[in-house]
């Protein structure tokens, strides 16, 4: 699959994950500075990846997530992006984010290599967006084909119903 930004050509470090992947371990720093793995995450989750919370289309994004979430029963939406977390918490603070969870990968960058979702160019992650059920299991995957396209937000709420 080819993914631009802007419309010039990126290269994404490690495999991209597929519907039927087991997810990835992960460790990435929460608000607090505290590490997160995959297991401290439970029940059905969305991962929104996004290259940086505080520009315009991740902004939209959030939020947009962010008002489904209060919609869904037993679900949690991830936000995860290489933002350091005291952004993170500054950017939510302000945009009044409260039922989405925004958790960093600027330490290990682990997330983004075993997801697939690092951007060697930018040294950002790309967008995409990752629905994993109770068992771990990837039962939705989007890596949007243009950085700063938004993804499909009813398929992946619709994989996670």
Partial sequence: MEITFQGNPITLKGIQLRVGDKAPDFTLINNELQPVT??????KRIFVVVPSIDTGVCD????????????LNNVTIYTIS???PFAQ???????GIKNVITLSDYKTREFGDRYGVYINELGLLTRAVFVLDED?????VEYCSEVTDEPNYEAALQAVK
């Fill in 82 to 84: 290489m933002d350091l």
């Fill in 60 to 71: 939209i994004e959030v939020r947009k997530f962010n008002e489904e979430a209060s919609k």
């Fill in 89 to 95: 918490g500054r950017w939510c603070g302000a945009a």
């Fill in 38 to 43: 995959l297991q401290d995450t439970k029940g």
């Fill in 136 to 140: 771990n299991t990837i039962t939705y």
